[in-house]
């Protein structure tokens, strides 16, 4: 009797840890203090951001240019969504990058952020995330986004030019493809909500109606509005855990303003 006892105790303590497992919550505010990070020449961090409380196995990561351009400040104001502090990212004349890895989330998430950029005339912004499994990928290393990087799930970009409205891009397969009528502008607070489908099987979620998200597919909604394409996965292997995010920025060489932008309120959930 106590055998059998003892079994379903340990089933069912390991059956609700591998639910924990798979619906955890991950929130990422950047903490409420002021700081700097800008060395000359380039370098990167893993200590100057805050720790994710949930789980000191990720790492919060920041990587300015490599000619020591661009910075990395948390900073009290820049955008209305700023509670306490947020991560301000300037942009220099290659990778200015944060980004986290090691997450534990599964091959299906739930990623929201507040986002704005300001009104510099030029510059590119670029959200990912994938799989993370060594220092040399997109997460860990210092490169910015490639035709041969197989490691990316979600890939979206924001071109910045001297007109108000940003030009919005999707990576598809190893392509980026521009998608029109999205009408991102400059100098706006945005809450972007991006629900992945790495899996392979369908899922549904429910957000005004219910929503399918076949697999290799993710959906976009800003500020409570979606998308309306179905974007499709930007090479990534259907199964693998998405295990890493970043946001960077890149300024072109010669300009006297880098572009600017400011990041807070980043929440990665595996249950959709």
Do not use: C
């Not at 303590?13 to 060395?39: C, M, R, T």
């Not at 704005?116 to 910015?144: E, L, P, Y």
């Not at 960077?248 to 807070?264: H, I």
């Amino acid at each position: 009797m106590m055998k059998v006892f003892l079994v379903v105790t340990l089933t069912t303590f390991f059956w609700g840890y591998s639910v924990h497992a798979q619906n955890s919550l991950i929130k990422y505010d950047f903490g409420d203090k002021e700081a700097s990070f800008n060395p000359n020449p380039g370098a990167s961090s893993i200590s100057f951001l805050p720790k994710v409380t949930e789980n000191k196995a990720i790492k919060a990561r920041v990587r300015t240019a490599s000619d020591g351009s661009g910075a990395f400040n948390l900073v009290k104001k820049g955008a209305d969504f700023i509670k306490e502090s947020a991560l301000e990212i300037v942009a220099g004349t290659t990778t200015s990058k944060f980004s986290l890895y090691n997450l534990n989330t599964g091959a299906v998430n739930k990623t929201s952020f507040n986002f704005k950029i300001d009104k510099a005339g030029t510059g590119q912004w670029v959200f990912a995330n994938g799989v993370s499994a060594n220092s040399d990928d997109i997460f860990q290393g210092n490169s910015g986004v490639k035709e041969t990087s197989t490691e990316i799930f979600v890939g979206l970009r924001l071109n910045v030019s001297e007109a108000n409205e940003l030009n919005f891009y999707t990576r598809n397969g190893n392509k980026w493809s521009m998608v029109k009528g999205v009408g991102l502008l400059k100098g706006t607070d945005y809450l972007i909500e991006i629900y992945s489908n790495n899996s392979t099987e369908e899922k549904k979620y429910s957000k005004e109606s219910e929503q399918i998200l076949p697999v290799g597919t993710y959906h976009v909604w800003i500020n409570g509005k979606r998308i309306a394409e179905q974007f499709v996965t930007g090479g990534l292997t259907a199964g693998n855990s998405l295990s890493g995010f970043l946001v960077y920025g890149v300024t072109p060489k010669g300009n006297d303003t880098m572009s600017k932008a400011w990041l807070d309120n980043l929440e990665i959930n595996s249950n959709l």
